[in-house]
């Protein structure tokens, strides 16, 4: 006769692991699969975005389009270099200002006939400021707003649009 052993649940579940077997590592399979995909996602964003086609309204337009929108009626009116002196004696350092005026095509005239006086603010504005300014990065962007606004009221309201800075040198 043949005696039939049966083991146990617990039994069965001692005699496949053995105690002393490290745990079972995780695939890294998934997140692989998971970089891949954003490296591929964000690449071909970046190109739809880059090539126009996706989020620009340039390829809707037609081609006659810019034709349409001419540029605006603008002269420039050349302004004569001032050169300032800056800092107190023989010392003192040279500031060179060379500019043009944006006008409306219309004040052309009117703007060149009033240069004397432009020139003179523009002088006056320079001299008056503190020597150590200069060395201040954002100095420029400071001065030309503050020539802009001071030509603006010199030549009347709508005449100069802005003031463009042709040279600064300083020595």
Known sequence: MFVLQTKTEGQVAEAE????????????????????????????????????LIMSG??????????????????????ESVI??????????????????????SYADEVTTLLPRIVDVMNGYLRAIDPAEFDDSAALVRMRAQLLRRIQIVTGDGRVRDLLVTEFVLN
């Open 84 to 105: 300032v002196s800056i800092g107190p004696g023989e010392d003192g350092r040279h500031l060179r200002f060379t500019s043009q005026l944006e006008v409306a095509g």
């Open 58 to 79: 340039v390829g809707t337009k037609a081609e006659g389009a810019a034709e349409a929108n001419p540029l605006p009626d603008i002269s420039f009116v050349p302004v």
């Open 17 to 52: 692991q053995p105690q002393d077997a490290a745990p079972k590592k995780k695939s890294k399979k998934h997140l692989l699969i998971g970089v891949l995909l954003a490296f591929l996602l964000g690449g071909g964003g970046f190109y739809a975005t880059w090539s126009g």
